[in-house]
């Protein structure tokens, strides 16, 4: 089902600067646009998981340097 939306001039005229060519439809700039979109965010979560991977890992470095020099100390809470 085809159904029509109301766009400003302004917003008309910014869409058309991302037609990769004359003939191409506000519809497959959009799709276009979401696809960008879509494909950025799954850049930006692998690269999250990553880096919350990277940090896990010095976590658990500092974890076991503070095991190993624990033995050493007699550590008392007040």
């Known amino acids: 089902m085809t159904s029509s939306i109301q ?3 302004r917003v008309k005229e910014t869409l ?3 037609k990769r060519n004359p003939r191409e439809s506000y519809e497959e700039v959009i799709v ?3 696809s960008e979109i ?3 965010k799954m850049v ?3 690269l999250l998981i990553e880096g919350y991977k990277e940090m896990a890992k010095e976590s658990l470095k500092i974890c076991k340097e503070f095991e190993k020099i624990e033995e050493d100390f007699d550590w008392e809470w007040k």
């Open 7 to 9: 766009l400003s001039n």
């Open 16 to 18: 058309a600067t991302y």
């Open 38 to 40: 879509e494909k950025r």
């Open 44 to 46: 930006e979560e692998a």
């Open 32 to 34: 276009n646009l979401i």
